[in-house]
């Protein structure tokens, strides 16, 4: 079946520019997470969705980012003002919230976002 | 301190060698442990999970040590397409399931 999509896979922006970010989970999954990850760096965890709300929003960085997921499948990553820093892959990850005491993650392909 | 950290490597060996990559974590209530691996410009995929017991899928075996805060991954017989970069990965108690990774150590295995 179909895994997790990301659009677009490469984003070029300007410093100070707003950009979105989507993700389309794996049908059926009701978990989904946002992670950024640096060259060189493992992923860090952005934001979590169980269903249409945000259950953890610890680790967006400041409130430049921001995400919705409003009828609990697609997500969007937003962020404002965009700095250099910004510039990252970003990671969207779904899993079903069924039985098994750990639901595996399944990442998409990242978008990779570039700030000029 | 980072809440796991990995030697980033990078390790360079033969193929058919065996090769052993060490984690160690800071949060004693983490809670669940795993290897993932990353090729280049891919995104991550588990490899396994790491019990308490120790696990073996055919040439990988990972282990956990809670009392030392330390997991491993043996890699043998390693073929080249085990070229790749290993990411240990834990899930901290009490946080709502979201995977606190490590800096990854890159493997190549060469012909």
């Known amino acids: 079946g179909a895994g997790v999509s990301q659009t677009p896979s490469n984003k070029v922006t300007e410093k100070g520019k707003y950009v979105e970010l989507r993700c389309d989970p794996i049908s059926g999954h009701t978990a989904l997470y946002w992670y950024r990850q640096s060259l060189g760096q493992g992923p860090e965890f952005l934001i979590y969705f169980q269903g249409t709300g945000a259950a953890d929003d610890s680790g967006l960085p400041n409130d430049r980012f921001f995400a919705v997921r409003p009828e609990g499948s697609v997500s969007t990553l937003k962020i404002q003002r965009t700095e250099r820093g910004d510039s990252a892959v970003y990671l969207c990850?779904?899993?079903?919230?069924?039985?098994?005491?750990?639901?595996?993650?399944?990442f998409g392909p990242g978008t990779r976002l570039t700030v000029l | 301190r980072k809440e796991v950290e990995q030697d980033p490597g990078p390790f360079n060996v033969p193929e058919g060698a065996t090769v052993a990559f060490n984690c160690t974590y800071s949060n004693s209530a983490s809670q669940s442990f795993f290897w993932y691996r990353q090729d280049c410009r891919k995104e991550p995929k588990l490899l396994m999970s790491v019990y308490s017991s120790g696990n073996e899928d055919g040439r990988f075996t990972a282990q956990l040590n809670r009392a030392s805060q330390y997991i491993s991954l043996l890699i043998r017989d390693s073929k080249l397409s085990d070229s790749a970069t290993y990411l240990c990965?834990?899930?901290?108690?009490?946080?709502?399931?979201?995977?606190?990774f490590g800096s990854g150590t890159q493997l190549t295995v060469l012909p």
């Open positions: 990850a779904s899993s079903s919230r069924s039985s098994s005491s750990y639901n595996e993650q399944f």
């Open positions: 990965v834990v899930i901290l108690s009490g946080s709502a399931r979201q995977l606190t």
